[in-house]
């Protein structure tokens, strides 16, 4: 073979095969939903309406679920022959007990109001705190029977905890802290 035939060859078989890279397809794109989106915090609507779906199905026996919209749980109980509606205001929660308490209750200003109809008028109350877990020690309004199950109360602070951050007061553009 003479030098000018190797070289042809040479070339060939280089051409050749940067034509077969070439046309090598490239590697498919994962169809596994990225970390990031599973991660990503609720918005406070969704985190409302989540918390809102466990209260509703965990009333306790005697209460019935009425309604809810947009932070407002609205249930009736039946006080004697009266008939009382509960609201609460998930828009008003700013905080809750402390860790170390085995009470998990939370609490803001106004975010439990009781309005009984005519006859039994005296029992328009307003709470600021509302037992969600634990042992209830200081006896708040305990409509929900979240206590037999320390799974779904550790998942509850965590949503009422990023509930609280998202209603908690926005600093003055002065304020350093």
Same mark, same amino acid.
Request: glycine share 6%; proline share 3%; hydrophobic share 30%.
């Given at each position: 073979?003479?030098?000018?035939?190797?070289?042809?060859?040479?070339?060939?078989?280089?051409?050749?095969?940067?034509?077969?890279?070439?046309?090598?397809?490239?590697?498919?794109?994962?169809?596994?939903?990225?970390?990031?989106?599973?991660?990503?915090?609720?918005?406070?609507?969704?985190?409302?309406?989540?918390?809102?779906?466990?209260?509703?199905?965990?009333?306790?026996?005697?209460?019935?679920?009425?309604?809810?919209?947009?932070?407002?749980?609205? +249930?009736?109980?039946?006080?004697? @022959? /009266?008939?009382?509606n509960?609201?609460?205001?998930? $828009?008003?929660?700013?905080? =809750?007990? !402390?860790?170390?308490?085995?009470?998990?209750?939370v609490?803001?200003?106004?975010?439990?109001?009781?309005?009984?109809?005519?006859? +039994?008028?005296?029992?328009?109350? @307003? /709470?600021?705190?509302?037992?969600?877990?634990?042992? $209830?020690?200081?006896?708040? =309004?305990? !409509?929900?029977d979240?206590?037999?199950?320390?799974?779904?109360?550790?998942?509850?602070?965590?949503?009422?905890?990023?509930l609280?951050?998202?209603?908690?007061?926005?600093?003055?553009a002065?304020?350093?802290?």
């Open positions: 073979m003479t030098k000018q035939l190797k070289f042809a060859i040479v070339l060939l078989i280089t051409v050749a095969g940067m034509n077969v890279n070439a046309q090598k397809k490239a590697p498919a794109k994962s169809t596994k939903p990225t970390t990031e989106s599973k991660a990503a915090k609720p918005t406070k609507q969704e985190t409302m309406d989540w918390i809102a779906d466990k209260m509703k199905e965990h009333l306790t026996g005697y209460r019935q679920f009425i309604s809810y919209s947009n932070g407002e749980f609205v +249930y009736k109980k039946q006080v004697g @022959v /009266y008939s009382c509960t609201t609460i205001y998930l $828009n008003k929660i700013t905080g =809750s007990s !402390p860790e170390y308490s085995s009470d998990f209750y609490k803001g200003t106004g975010i439990l109001n009781t309005a009984c109809e005519k006859g +039994y008028e005296a029992r328009g109350d @307003v /709470y600021n705190e509302l037992s969600i877990g634990g042992q $209830n020690y200081n006896d708040y =309004s305990d !409509p929900f979240f206590r037999n199950d320390n799974n779904l109360v550790e998942r509850l602070k965590k949503a009422f905890a990023s609280i951050e998202y209603n908690s007061a926005k600093k003055d002065k304020e350093a802290f």
